[in-house]
DNA sequence: GTGATCTGGCACCGGTCAGTGTCAGTTTGT
DNA sequence: ACAAACTGACACTGACCGGTGCCAGATCAC
């Protein structure tokens, strides 16, 4: 992004190259579906609503994406991967230790949800029953967080000891355990304090963790 | 919601009174809406498509329901009662054996996903995202299969040892890995045999009983 | 049989929204 | 300065759909 015109036929303006404007345009209205996906949900947003949101006319908005369900695409994906990191990141904190790293990974974790509701309304609300496509979305990105599972408690369980479809099941399962332990948390009128929902998931994880080991 | 007559003033038509024929069409039109949702989505299912479906005119859906979202709502309910209904009699199969009472449990779960696949698709998917009045539904029939799981495992844990809310939680985390389990697996191409799948869920529901139990 | 009641089919209205086009005004390169 | 490129605002079309009204024919009560 460095030199604005390398093989771009377009002018700069206000000091940018067009490929860059363009990039910009489609970063904001990321954002602005990020906003109003996450606020007033999918279903009742309108084109115009991003884009008065975004600051930008409807002509920008197909510019950078076919119709608003590219859009819901691109805002989950940004969602997820920022939730994903998040949560690794947190893991990595403890180090070699798992149960510092389990407890590292839900902190994380809910934190995140807690911080800002817009991310788990649109990574596990908004986004599922809109159609085959985001579905598929939907499912890769599930998978990625049960992998993402299985690399943090991946040192502690006996690989030989267990089918891979069941410690990927199990996986599944976890993600799902704390997963609705989220949605009723924020969902609720006078939630928890947040060491009471991570202890809870805890208890949950180390319980299936202490299946799996070598012990 | 719309008022059903409450006197029998009409005449009665190929057998049937007034208040039963407003019945069956209502109930026509919540069978239609299983299907049409559990199928094509909620989304972009239309009031025509319900009522052609249901072999009923438009006039017939505002007889019933104010608009789709109450139908909608009227689906949920009836799939999410039925559901629970079926592992409840699941788990009464057990007898007074803990392990069966579960095993029976997670078998009529998953048995009653895989005869049906509209029922996790209205009851996991569709109701999500839609608007507050549902979301407010979706809590209380997520709190209710709480409730049923503290009543399947309830004998078994020491309830003086725990607070409430952990306990809560904790049943909330298990209904939320049972579901996910479920949707995976319905979702999946080619998908593990229920056995399988059944084992696994055991896995995490006995593993998490182990913490819990008097033992 | 006859009139009242009920049913299904259809047409219509009004609103919303996706998607496209236009155009005047601004910024840039020369 | 001037033309080309770019931007933002708005108008317009066409489709869809929720909701209402109307009517011709079927069914019932008497």
Request: hydrophobic letters at 45%; charged letters at 25%; aromatic letters at 8%.
């Amino acid at each position: 992004m460095s030199s604005p015109r390398l093989d771009e036929t377009g002018r700069t303006y206000r000091g940018a190259g067009p490929r860059q404007r363009q990039e910009e345009r489609r970063a904001r209205l990321v954002d602005a579906a990020v906003e109003v996906f996450g606020t007033s949900g999918y279903r009742s947003a309108t084109v115009e609503k991003i884009c008065a949101t975004a600051g930008l006319t409807k002509r920008y908005f197909y510019e950078s994406f076919d119709d608003s369900e590219a859009l819901l695409l691109a805002a989950y994906a940004s969602v997820t991967d920022r939730l994903r990191d998040s949560v690794l990141r947190g893991a990595g904190d403890g180090g070699a230790d798992l149960d510092a790293r389990v407890r590292g990974a839900l902190t994380a974790f809910f934190r995140s949800v807690a911080d800002d509701p817009r991310i788990p309304r649109i990574a596990f609300q908004e986004v599922l029953g809109v159609g085959p496509e985001v579905d598929i979305a939907y499912r890769r990105v599930t998978r990625s967080f049960v992998d993402a599972v299985l690399v943090v408690i991946g040192p502690a369980v006996d690989r030989t000891a267990f089918p891979d479809f069941h410690l990927r099941t199990l996986a599944t399962g976890l993600v799902g355990a704390v997963l609705m332990i989220a949605q009723q948390w924020v969902l609720s009128e006078n939630p928890q304090p947040i060491e009471a929902v991570i202890a809870s998931a805890h208890t949950i994880l180390s319980a299936v963790l202490g299946e799996l080991g070598p012990t």
